[in-house]
């Protein structure tokens, strides 16, 4: 097991090494590609999460969205100076003790991660009896509903409104460090003997279940810590933009997150950070589709929608004809890239078809 | 002592009485074999035992336990393991994790301990890897143990399926058609590595097969479905000369 001790030994050395680039580009990007960053590293998070759900689990939760509202809204709630609490209740003040306390952000953040995972052990419940579609179906609708929710309670969410000047706590070690930490949980949970029982699961029902595995119990299991991490990198965005309001919770960002995991490949891990980093790039880079181009004698007027729409397709390309993502299944692994590097034809590690 | 033992179970499904009535007694260290025709009402009995399906009516008792209604995840885990008569493997897997998948059920650390890979995970882990090559190697897949499950040849995965089965630590082995689409050869080991399996992991074993060089070669008694109706129960010379069994079963299979 030597090899293991050097994929450790590696492993630290390049997340130093991240983090030293992390520190020279907080110093010298700008405020939009910092954030832009930001975004790639919570879109990691939120990937890597609904990827072990939908992905590894085989189960087809829609539901993500509302996990990252309770994060949010959580997070937001307990970061918020008092004063600020009171500029943004104004029409009805918000409830006691919350008015009061300020939490620091990591354990607002675990709190918001907690109590998304709660909501998704409570609706687990009910709806993980469900299968394929009709599940789809039960956590898109379970999302929109926590978003009625917020709408509806004026004194603890501020309602339609939503929140203004949360503090921009959240920075490129904070995204970063999480993303780190979801993707090492992520790697040790999927290669363990619950990640194993998750994937018998997405395989066959029937089969594992007559393998002695206990079919309720592991889809909670996976949904729930799914939730957690989404809960987590809500929190993370929220307090990145800096407001919020239930409209941002539609089931427009489960459906960025699902393009991420289709596109990386369901069930590569490997394969959901690379096109994290993809899709929250291009995203970007094609905000101009949305917006009037001005070509200096005659202006183009932008269509809303319309860099949605070519994500869209993008989708459909990939369901139609690469099946697999980018990744399909399968990872790279530090021994592949080892064996990569010293050209040595690939042994038993290694890839395998 | 007695194994496993079904009292007078029925299945229906809407109208349609697949199985009627099925009454059987295995004791430990037998081989018993459930044959008759096509869609009479075999597969339905296993699934009844294992707990896919929940008997319209009667009783199950492993070693005089009542276990009607449990689980499939249940029943494994208190000791009944089966093959699928349409190969069940998780496909995308390895031929190693298909095997330490089985061994999940025993698994004594929690998922976090999992995650923070604690000691006491870590040994598990490691005995959970010996345990399954052991088998893998019992079941002469050693060679291909990293493979893709699917890419294995048919009669690999029969034989794949039951490494996977016997991973679960079972008392009774549920197989069914195990010798299905395999050549005379196959056939002809297969059968004796089911009597060497009974003796080296103090089996059980109940069977479904349609070849009767099989049926006949090994099993201590014989029950024989008919449209979901048992038609006779007996050991192989008493089945073969049973008139209705003749008329039912073999009859049919000659005509084929
Ligand atoms: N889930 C189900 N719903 C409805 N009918 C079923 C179901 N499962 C089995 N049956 C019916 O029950 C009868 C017995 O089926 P079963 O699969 O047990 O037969 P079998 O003896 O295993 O046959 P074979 O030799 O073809 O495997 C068949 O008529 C089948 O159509
Ligand atoms: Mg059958």
Redesign the pocket.
């Known amino acids: 097991m030597k090899r293991k001790k050097y994929n450790i030994i590696f492993s630290v050395i390049l997340i130093i090494l991240l983090f030293v680039i992390l520190y020279f580009a907080k110093l010298y990007l700008d405020d939009y590609k910092s954030r832009i960053l930001n975004l790639c590293a919570i879109y990691t998070i939120l990937g890597l999460s609904l990827n072990l759900i939908n992905g590894f689990t085989g189960l087809f939760s829609l539901g993500h969205a509302g996990f990252m509202a309770i994060g949010a809204y959580t997070t937001a709630l307990l970061t918020m100076p008092i004063p600020i609490k009171e500029q943004n209740f104004f029409m009805a003040p918000l409830i006691s003790p919350l008015d009061k306390i300020v939490w620091p952000f990591l354990p607002s953040l675990i709190l918001g991660g907690i109590l998304a995972a709660f909501v998704a052990f409570l609706i687990g419940a009910p709806v993980l009896r469900l299968k394929g579609d009709y599940l789809a179906i039960a956590t898109l609708g379970f999302s929109e509903i926590i978003r009625v929710i917020f709408t509806n309670t004026q004194r603890l969410t501020n309602g339609a409104l939503g929140l203004k000047g949360i503090p921009n706590t959240t920075n490129l070690f904070w995204s970063f460090g999480i993303a780190v930490i979801t993707l090492i949980v992520m790697i040790l949970l999927i290669n363990s003997s619950y990640g194993r029982a998750f994937k018998a699961i997405r395989e066959d029902e029937i089969a594992a279940e007559n393998m002695g595995i206990n079919l309720f119990k592991h889809k909670i299991l996976a949904f729930t810590i799914g939730a957690f991490f989404a809960g987590i990198g809500g929190g993370l965005l929220g307090n990145l933009i800096g407001a919020i309001d239930p409209l941002m919770f539609r089931f427009f960002l489960t459906y960025n997150i699902l393009l991420i995991i289709v596109l990386g490949g369901m069930g590569s891990i490997t394969g959901t950070v690379i096109s994290a980093f993809i899709i929250t790039i291009s995203m970007e880079a094609l905000r101009f589709l949305d917006e009037s181009i001005n070509l200096g004698f005659f202006t183009i007027r932008g269509i809303p929608g319309l860099r949605m729409v070519v994500f869209s397709v993008l989708l459909m390309m990939v369901i139609l004809f690469f099946r697999n993502g980018l990744m399909g299944n399968k990872e790279i692994t530090l021994d592949i890239l080892a064996n990569k590097l010293s050209k040595k034809p690939l042994t038993k590690g290694g890839v395998k078809r | 002592m007695n194994m496993l033992r079904t009292e007078n179970i029925t299945?229906k499904?809407?109208g349609?009485t697949?199985?009627k009535d099925f009454s059987l007694n295995i004791d430990k260290g037998e081989i018993v074999a459930l044959i008759?025709?096509?869609?009479?009402?075999?597969?339905?009995?296993f699934?009844m035992i294992t707990g896919v399906?929940k008997p319209t009516s009667g009783k199950i008792f492993l070693k005089d336990k009542d276990i009607t209604g449990y689980r499939p995840d249940k029943i494994t885990s208190f000791g009944i393991a089966r093959t699928f008569?349409n190969i069940r493997l998780f496909k995308e897997l390895s031929v190693l994790d298909n095997v330490l998948i089985a061994n999940h059920l025993r698994i004594k650390s929690n998922f976090i301990e999992a995650i923070v890979r604690l000691p006491k995970y870590n040994r598990e882990e490691r005995e959970m890897h010996e345990k399954s090559i052991e088998l893998i190697k019992r079941v002469g897949l050693l060679d291909v143990i990293h493979e893709k499950s699917s890419s294995l040849p048919y009669g690999k995965q029969r034989r794949l399926e039951i490494a996977r089965a016997l991973a679960t630590n079972p008392s009774i082995l549920l197989l069914?058609?195990p010798a299905a689409g395999m050549n005379p050869k196959e056939t002809e080991d297969l059968t004796e590595f089911i009597k060497e399996i009974r003796d080296e992991f103090d089996l059980t074993i109940f069977m479904?097969e349609?070849h009767m060089q099989v049926v006949m070669g090994i099993s201590d008694r014989i029950y024989v479905?008919d449209y979901?109706v048992t038609i006779a129960e007996g050991n192989p010379n008493e089945i073969q000369n049973n008139p209705k069994v003749i008329e039912a079963y073999l009859g049919v299979s000659e005509d084929a």
């Open positions: 299945m499904f809407g349609v697949a199985v008759g025709p096509n869609g009479a009402g075999k597969t339905t009995v699934n399906y008569q069914d058609e479904i349609h479905l979901g």
